[in-house]
């Protein structure tokens, strides 16, 4: 079963508009952390937002917020004014446990975000 | 601070073939890990190494190995290529001091096995 679940494969958006990548988790460990990664088409995976699952507020970084509703298993990037830079991939991430101590990433499958002019 | 370097960037193999891929980790940082993205897909993670020793390992065959040195850089060794090698191979550089693990991720090394 899919651990981290991207339903949009792709996205358009305005520039200078908001929009949201969405993505839902599944994990039965109660301490866990979410990633969202910005990857340009030169392969670089850049690290956005971070969100611990006992985090009590919502995480912000400049113009992107995580929208973390934590009952329903969500973890959704808002991307405010957007800008023709972030036209990119973005995938979202759970740290999980691989083995005792040891942590890794699951990724989703990503979603294609188009920013248009 | 210095980021993730990879090494090379782009490389073709032909199947059977072995294949070395480095990587030097992010001044700070003492875990490496190691994932494969597919074209169109998620990276999968492939292996961690934390004081020299694998300490956690995805669903990859034996003939995907790896080494880590003392000063923290990582080699990823793949024996008796398959087509299906083909891929985006990504290092990423983690401490394990604290409660948040950031990752800081290298630009990749593109494998074409044909």
């Known amino acids: 079963a899919q651990k981290i679940t991207q339903t949009q494969p792709g996205m358009f958006v305005q520039e200078k508009e908001a929009v949201t990548l969405d993505c839902t988790y599944d994990t039965s460990d109660p301490s866990y952390g979410l990633f969202w990664y910005k990857q340009p088409s030169s392969g670089e995976m850049i690290f956005l937002i971070y969100?611990?699952?006992?985090?009590?507020q919502n995480a912000t970084e400049g113009r992107y917020s995580l929208n973390f509703q934590k009952a329903r298993k969500s973890a959704n990037l808002v991307i405010s004014a957007s800008q023709l830079g972030d036209s990119a991939m973005y995938f979202c991430?759970?740290?999980?446990?691989?083995?005792?101590?040891?942590?890794?990433?699951?990724f989703g499958k990503g979603t294609l975000l188009t920013v248009n002019p | 601070e210095t980021g993730v370097t990879q090494s090379p960037t782009h490389l073709i193999k032909t199947r059977g073939q072995q294949v070395t891929l480095r990587c030097s980790s992010q001044?700070?940082?003492?875990?490496v890990s190691w994932y494969q993205q597919a074209l169109g897909q998620g990276p999968q993670f492939i292996f961690q190494?934390?004081?020299?020793?694998?300490?956690g390992r995805g669903n990859f065959p034996p003939r995907f190995s790896g080494l880590q040195f003392p000063n923290y850089s990582s080699e990823l060794n793949v024996n008796a290529l398959e087509l299906d090698d083909s891929a985006l191979y990504l290092c990423a550089s983690s401490s394990s001091d604290g409660i948040y693990y950031g990752y800081t991720f290298g630009s990749g090394t593109r494998l074409t096995v044909v």
């Open positions: 190494y934390y004081r020299e020793e694998e300490n």
């Open positions: 969100q611990g699952s006992y985090d009590q």
């Open positions: 991430a759970m740290r999980e446990v691989s083995g005792g101590s040891n942590y890794k990433l699951t």
């Open positions: 001044s700070g940082h003492n875990t």
